[in-house]
């Protein structure tokens, strides 16, 4: 695990005041998203899907700062959209600093290495890059060749610098898990903190319907990904979270953990689905008809969610307020996940000959079942 | 989420190889007739899912260009209502159910043609004829 220790320590007391306290539900990552304007035009992406006058409306800080207030949550992530697109950014990066947040600004990072000199480096905030995979692989993804070498420049440039870095990458169907290990060597050898991931989740406004892992694939193809991991990888996610997604571990979606607050208002339920809005986290904790949602409820709409803004958190809660859950971190951390059913399947994975661009015509569902 | 969704049992959950997407609707244009309550509560439902502006004509003749975000479903119209955001104005604004008359998908789909195969073409088109630096670019704003 790639997360500084005044972090964990920041997280970890958070979550065992909650537990003395006997909170049931609290947030531990605020999604805050400033605004739905970006500089791609992404085919799979159902985030920036709106009408012009939606798209010029953003958040100000103090309407940012007054969401981070309110629902008390540890750690913010700013998605989007693209955050560096918002011309008071910088004001809300310092806004929750001073405020002591663990920030997480996600970026495309096309505009990184520009704005980079407006930004002090803190232990406090972290660009996270999205980058999914290596260069054809994102530049596909995100429909721009080319987006990938003005990231990479971007990384190099603010790891320079002193700030905290991370990649954080979403993959579809048709994932090549060797390709995936690649990209791992590439991005630790740029010095960037640690990586993120997590499988797409087939929310109905992405355009793209086509490209969606139910739970045993994405199972399948994780186990071949994280087992057998290389030393040099670092992972800045919960070690429990992504042995959920290799399929050692089950969670219960909690979207509150993890609530998206916009230029709407607090998402109902959760980051990916788009079910209404609440006014404050108060009263979206409160009104949401929480038993309608995760697996339990057998909701459609759920069933092939993997995804961390439902389930890192629960994750996170067992790491840190149990003795079990923090010696399964411990042992997540450093374990290599050793795992030759694992081999075998990125042997069958591995493509033939010359690679095309991507491989979305031959999806990952040639790995055989795991054995978990 | 209504009684008559198909629902999963955990073990085919975890079984998925394939996860079903949803069915995009064609739904730019559309004018919806509004014979009941019922037909203004599902007209509105898909409204909130519309990825582009619908036209509100309400019962004392007003017409609002609106996106739709929010649809608070109460027992009756009167105490249900819908938020939304004008192109002209900064701030939230709300209506109720029952104050509605007619509602106009008016608005272009912003979803409409960006499926992954749309792009795939593109592409494909775009590298036959030696094009360099292809890419989607955002639509302007303005």
Redesign the interface.
Known sequence: MAIPISQMWTVSTYVLKKKLTGTKRYPLVLMLEPLFRCNLACAGCGKVQYPPHILKKQLTPEECFAAVDECGAPMVSIPGGEPLLHPQIVEIVKGLIARKKYIYLCTNALELKRRLPEFTPSKYLTFSVHLDGQREHHDYAVCREGGYDIAVEGIKEAVKRGFRVTTNATFFDGTDPNSVRSFFDEVMGMGVEGVVLSPGYSYDKAPDQNRFMGRARVRRLFRAILSNRKPTWRFNMSPLFLEFLMGDRDYDCIPWGMPAFNIFGWQRPCYLLQEGYANSYKELLESTKWEDYGVPSGNPKCANCMVSCGYEAPAVIEGFGSWKGFLGMIRGTFSRYPDKHALDMLSEAAPHGSTPLVQIESPASDLEETHV | ?TAE??????E?????????????ERLEGWVPELASDEDLRQALDKA??Y???VTLTLKNGERIEA?I????SGPTLAESFL?Y???SA?E?RKVSYSDIARVEFS??D??AG???????KA?NEKKAAGE???????????
């Open positions: 989420m969704v198909l629902k999963y049992t955990r085919e959950v975890e079984a998925l190889e394939l996860a079903p997407g949803a069915e995009h909130l899912d990825r582009g502006d996106y975000f929010n649809c608070q938020q955001f004008t192109p900064p939230k608005g272009k912003r979803a960006k499926h992954w195969e749309d792009w795939v592409y360099k630096n292809i890419a989607l670019v955002p639509e302007a704003l303005d």
